[in-house]
């Protein structure tokens, strides 16, 4: 059976940081892309970083760029996503997805699997 099982999020104030996990089972780790996509209320789904640890290839979306860092151990099967100087925009949930291959960006549509969500509120 697969699974994505994400934890980490929660309530911080603006500028503050939190690092969510990703932890999956149930298919050949390296041979899918991993990605952080997330969700705020009112909106669609949109990706904010993703990363192919077989190749260490790495997306960020322009509004995370230099505030989130993605990473990927892949003993434990996991991957983070480290997101510093939140801002209240950042509010919203973010979920894990895998997607088979090396596509690194990809409509939602295009992902395989997805956890159930995480949380993240980020108070001005």
């Known amino acids: 059976e697969v699974q994505l099982v994400e934890s980490g999020g929660g309530l911080v104030q603006a500028g503050g940081s939190l690092r969510l996990s990703c932890v999956a089972s149930?298919?050949?780790?390296?041979?899918?892309?991993i990605g952080w996509i997330r969700q705020a209320p009112g909106k669609g789904r949109e990706g904010v970083s993703v990363i192919r640890s077989s190749e260490g290839t790495i997306y960020y979306e322009d509004s995370v760029k230099g505030r989130f860092i993605i990473s990927s151990d892949n003993a434990k099967n996991t991957v983070y996503l480290q997101m510093n100087s939140l801002k209240s925009e950042d509010t919203a949930v973010y979920y894990c997805?895998?997607?088979?291959?090396?596509?690194?960006?990809?409509?939602?549509?295009?992902?395989?699997?997805w956890g159930q969500g995480t949380q993240v509120t980020v108070s001005s």
């Open positions: 997805a895998a997607g088979y291959g090396e596509a690194i960006q990809r409509r939602v549509h295009e992902w395989d699997y």
């Open positions: 149930g298919f050949r780790f390296k041979d899918y892309a």
